[in-house]
């Protein structure tokens, strides 16, 4: 059974940092690109991040390009997301999302909450 | 960025009677691999999303035959044949042909 488990999420102030995990079981995490999104209260759930199985490629929203950095480690089954220079609007839940050519985003964490506030 | 917008925005069903939601996307969601980029996703209150339907009209495992999808290009319909208590939730299309990658912005689905 495949289990995604984000951890991390705090209360921080504007400009602040913080390092987002996701611990991944029950599939083949280094075969699979993964992907974070995220979710501000009351809002549509928004695509934040991806990296492909290998590291080797990642993409970002136009909004936090050059403030966050995504990674892994495959032998760990380990995602993470790097958030720098914090804005009042990256407030939201922090889902990780496991990705798949055919079924999109097929399985999901329970999120971790990041509140960015003074 | 694709905008996908969704109708209506909530919807109040009777248990048993069907339901149908709307995804509209600003740009055809057609691949030139032959594939359409079109998911639909249910919000449980209080939980993650969980995928219903993958590639428009294809059932993720575990998904119930009540549910099924339709369209093609740019309009979409998500249909649920008999409505259950445990269909309530908020329901989004997402598209994956385009980065970002974008949602709509949710169907709340309530029961009667």
């Known amino acids: 059974e495949v289990h995604l488990v984000e951890s991390g999420g705090v209360v921080v102030q504007p400009g602040g940092s913080l390092r987002l995990a996701c611990a991944a079981s029950?599939?083949?995490?280094?075969?699979?690109?993964m992907h974070w999104v995220r979710q501000a209260p009351g809002r549509r759930l928004e695509w934040v991040s991806l990296i492909t199985w290998d590291g080797a490629r990642t993409e970002y929203r136009h909004s936090v390009r050059g403030r966050f950095t995504i990674s892994r480690d495959n032998s760990k089954n380990s995602l993470y997301l790097q958030l720098n220079s914090l804005r009042i609007e990256d407030t939201a839940l922090y889902y990780c999302?496991?990705?798949?050519?055919?079924?999109?985003?097929?399985?999901w964490g329970q999120g971790t909450l990041v509140t960015v506030s003074s | 960025d694709i905008v996908l917008t969704q109708t209506p925005l909530s919807l109040s069903v009777t248990p048993g009677q069907p339901a149908s939601i709307s995804c509209k996307s600003s740009?055809?969601?057609?691949?030139?691999?032959?594939?359409?980029?079109l998911y639909w996703y249910l919000q449980k209150p209080g939980q993650s999303p969980l995928l219903l339907m993958y590639?428009?009209?294809n059932r993720f495992s575990g998904v119930p035959d009540r549910f099924s999808g339709s369209g093609s290009g740019t309009d979409f319909t998500l249909r649920i044949s008999r409505v259950e208590a445990e269909d309530v939730g908020i329901y989004y299309c997402m598209q994956s042909l385009y980065l970002p990658y974008t949602f709509g912005q949710g169907t709340k689905l309530e029961i009667k």
């Open positions: 029950g599939f083949s995490f280094a075969d699979y690109t």
């Open positions: 740009q055809s969601l057609l691949h030139s691999d032959g594939e359409t980029y």
């Open positions: 590639e428009v009209s």
């Open positions: 999302a496991k990705g798949d050519n055919q079924y999109g985003f097929d399985y």
